[in-house]
């Protein structure tokens, strides 16, 4: 069945496929079959050809120093600013259970600020922790000018190994933004990912999270020679990238101790004027919550 969505406009689209997940200034309508279980059931032809074990070990053991080499080459130019995600996600305005209070957010994953910076602009009321893998990336968002240690604290974090209560108190988070991080992890440490994520955040509280949706036309692009895994490939910079199936994000979460509240695919369309292309686009969007019952980490 058809539907109308929107039709996404870049005019500068990266030979690497980060670029296209940002939100573009201008929208145009666009009709397009979103079924998805018609494309998963048409799964393109797999390849069992893998990077080799060691090339893989190499890339997991540099994998912070390719990402530091990301934003040394693009400093803060690369992406946009995310004033969309108060749009798409409504609980961060709608998650407060009284208007002054004061909302204790998480933003896991925080490249330069660009997600952070805008929702401390719309919201006065709110206090961010800003963890990310790159210490280069950490750095830059201290020094934005509305880095402010009353409403911001950013720290360098491995969210795979290192604690999070060790900047975080544990269970005072309301909100945890989990957006286009949990696809440049390995897929063995992911799980280790989101315990440490369920630790700090409050009974009740809630994981906004974005990223690759499985048969998104990044993963289509992706060579044989680039393919680390299932679902799991390289660029060519050393950063990687994992394809999501909803029903396998479910599984992490609740085999964390999460509960799912909405978990679905979102369908768009990214516009390239100059090379006059359009190509569809597939992100997973969910929701999941820390039952009040559970106290601790499973």
């Known amino acids: 069945m ?11 689209v990266s030979p690497e496929d980060q670029s296209v997940i940002e939100t573009p200034q201008g929208e ?7 079924s998805l279980s018609k494309a998963e059931s048409h799964e393109l032809p797999i390849d069992r050809t893998l990077v080799s074990d060691f090339k893989q070990m ?4 540099e994998a912070q120093k390719n990402w530091d080499l990301f934003y040394k080459r693009n400093t803060t130019r690369f992406f946009k600013d995310r004033h969309w995600t108060t749009r798409e996600f409504d609980e961060l305005k709608a998650c407060r259970q009284f208007e002054s209070q004061r909302l204790v957010l998480l933003e896991a994953g925080c490249g330069v600020g ?24 950490v750095d830059f968002v201290k020094q934005h000018t509305l880095y402010c240690p009353e409403r911001c604290k950013a720290f360098q974090c491995d969210l ?6 060790d900047n ?11 957006i286009f991080v949990l696809s440049a992890i390995h897929p063995d440490k992911m799980a280790q990912s989101l315990q440490n994520i369920f630790r700090v955040l409050k009974p009740g509280g809630s ?3 974005r990223d690759y949706g499985v048969n998104d036309h990044a993963m289509q692009r992706f060579k044989a020679a680039n393919r680390l895994g299932h679902n799991f490939y390289v660029r060519q910079d050393g950063t990687r990238s994992y394809f999501f199936s909803k029903e396998l994000l479910a599984e992490l979460f609740e085999g964390r101790g999460f509960r799912s509240l909405a978990n679905d695919y979102v369908f768009r369309e990214t516009v390239n004027k100059k090379e006059g292309l359009c190509v569809p686009r597939v992100f997973l969007q969910s929701k999941f919550t820390k039952p009040h019952q559970s106290q601790t980490s499973p």
């Open 207 to 209: 994981v906004l999270f």
């Open 168 to 178: 975080v108190p544990q269970a005072s988070v309301d909100v945890v933004t989990l």
């Open 160 to 165: 795979t190994q290192d604690d999070l209560q």
């Open 28 to 34: 145009t309508k666009s009709t397009v079959d979103n």
């Open 114 to 137: 660009n997600c952070i910076f805008p929702l401390l602009e719309e919201d006065r009321n709110i206090f961010i922790y800003a963890c990310d893998f790159s210490p280069r990336a």
């Open 58 to 61: 190499k890339l997991e053991k």
């Open 2 to 12: 058809a539907s109308t969505i929107a039709c996404f406009t870049t005019d500068n």
